[in-house]
T-cell receptor, first 111, second 110 residues
Framework: GDSVTQMEGPVTLSEEAFLTINCTYTATGYPSLFWYVQYPGEGLQLLLKATKADDKGSNKGFEATYRKETTSFHLEKGSVQVSDSAVYFC??????????FGSGTKLNVKP | EPEVTQTPSHQVTQMGQEVILRCVPISNHLYFYWYRQILGQKVEFLVSFYNNEISEKSEIFDDQFSVERPDGSNFTLKIRSTKLEDSAMYFCASELYGYTFGSGTRLTVV
């Protein structure tokens, strides 16, 4: 069935390290793909999205590319900051339809 | 930027009591959703609502749950008789050409 799988956390990095959080999906059809971020005690904020194959979503130094051939949408950032510490959720969805979320990956960035 | 507003931000209720979680979607949006996130777990779909009726619901959304759009602006989720396992963060979302999530209501059942 339709699902989203992302790497388990927590991921602990030092400031300025390179970040990758893996995400793969299964789906019928061609969903849009999203990364959401949840800071402690807060709601879901859209970080970036991609709506079709080979699209690259980017925001605040984060990037993810929609790879249809590997059904992946890995999140990357070249140099993380302490303020990036949060839980990151990969999600897939289609217009006017429910979203499927991954289980979330907690990122801890140490100074 | 338009927002989806949820109230209250935190609600504590006794087991067996009814609770109503409120959401004000973005005004021109047509599709509305409720999701649930039990602490430390993934965000799960509960129900979608379009044209004043439920369009899809999950297995979680049993007879204890109901949704309503009573006045054309609010979108509510009612839990008739709360259980301890209903403790979670509840997110409302609305959609026209893209989803917008609210900041959530943390429900604690004691």
């Amino acid at each position: 069935g339709d699902s989203v799988t992302q790497m388990e956390g927590p991921v602990t990095l030092s400031e300025e390290a390179f970040l990758t959080i893996n995400c793969t999906y299964t789906a019928t059809g061609y969903p849009s793909l999203f990364w959401y971020v949840q800071y402690p005690g807060e709601g879901l904020q859209l970080l970036l999205k991609a709506t079709k194959a080979d699209d690259k979503g980017s925001n605040k130094g984060f990037e993810a590319t929609y790879r249809k051939e590997t059904t992946s949408f890995h999140l990357e950032k070249g140099s993380v900051q302490v303020s990036d510490s949060a839980v990151y959720f990969c999600a897939r969805g289609n217009n006017f339809n429910k979203f499927y979320f991954g289980s979330g990956t907690k990122l801890n960035v140490k100074p | 930027e338009p927002e989806v507003t949820q109230t209250p931000s935190h609600q504590v209720t006794q087991m067996g009591q009814e609770v109503i979680l409120r959401c004000v979607p973005i005004s021109n949006h047509l599709y509305f959703y409720w999701y649930r996130q039990i602490l430390g777990q993934k965000v799960e779909f509960l129900v979608s609502f379009y044209n004043n009726e439920i369009s899809e619901k999950s297995e979680i959304f049993d007879d204890q749950f109901s949704v309503e759009r009573p006045d054309g602006s609010n979108f509510t989720l009612k839990i008739r008789s709360t259980k301890l396992e209903d403790s979670a963060m509840y997110f409302c979302a609305s959609e026209l050409y893209g989803y917008t999530f609210g900041s959530g209501t943390r429900l604690t059942v004691v």
